[in-house]
């Protein structure tokens, strides 16, 4: 089984970063396969950004869709769930959202969640209610640091979410997601002083991914979901072009 781990960014350490959490929490015999678009935002924080990004990523998951190259499961390592629902409709193969899987976990687990991110949180708030998960989260914690900074002081930055994760707890909280790229890894770490389940989307989604891969409930062949045929376009990648045009044979 090969899960194609796609960052939406270019910044190739959160790819390193995610790379190495997937790979601990995969099952023997999956292989992950890491990827950094070849264009766009180095760190996703603004509606703008994100918009470039998912462009970015429709582009990098178009070469993993046919031929040798091509993967059973994709999993976006991105805490936006970027260009999730485009994605699942180009791709001839599961497509798993870091922050959805995570959330869908959570909700297995208890009554509401809540979710800690660095920094701003009004786009996370955005993605509950587009993934229908508004009224199952219990709030949403923005702390004070920036994906650099979780590289460069995983150590502080664990505390800043470590007193957020208490927050969240005190909000009514059943369970943490650890919403970001950035925090892939961090909660082994953090586990041991919260008194809720922690959540990391990377290793929610491969494990998640694993279980679609196995099931093969196939794809859509009619409605919103199913692959688009016979679209023309103008200047795209012949990959991503040749995905507008129908799905692979």
Do not use: W
Request: charged content about 15%; overall charge negative.
């Amino acid at each position: 089984m090969r899960i194609l781990l796609a960052n939406a960014n270019t910044t190739e350490a959160i790819t390193e970063l995610c790379a190495a959490a997937a790979r601990g929490t995969a099952s023997p015999g999956t292989v992950i396969v890491p990827a950094t678009p070849r264009f766009g935002p180095a760190v996703i924080s603004t509606r703008a950004e994100n918009a470039i990004a998912s462009h970015a990523v429709l582009d990098l998951l178009a070469g993993y869709a046919t031929g040798e190259d091509r993967v059973d499961a994709v999993l976006l390592a991105v805490s936006h769930d970027t260009a999730l629902e485009a994605a699942r409709q180009l791709m001839p193969c599961p497509v798993l959202g870091m922050t959805e899987a995570a959330c869908l976990t959570a909700c297995m687990l208890g009554a509401r969640f809540g979710l800690v991110t660095l920094g701003g949180v009004e786009m996370y708030s955005e993605l509950m209610a587009r993934h229908g998960l508004a009224t199952r989260c219990a709030g949403l914690e923005g702390v004070d640091a920036t994906p650099p900074q979780a590289l460069e002081d995983p150590e502080g930055v664990a505390a800043k979410v470590g007193a957020a994760i208490a927050r969240l707890v005190s909000q009514g909280a059943d369970s943490v997601v650890l919403g970001g790229a950035a925090l892939a890894g961090m909660e082994e770490r953090l586990r041991r002083d919260a008194s809720v389940p922690l959540l990391e989307g990377i290793a929610c989604g491969v494990r998640l991914a694993e279980m679609l891969v196995r099931m093969a409930p196939g794809k859509p062949a009619t409605g919103a979901m199913a692959a688009p045929r016979g679209r023309g376009s103008i200047g795209l990648s012949p990959a991503l072009a040749a995905l507008l045009q129908g799905p692979p044979g």
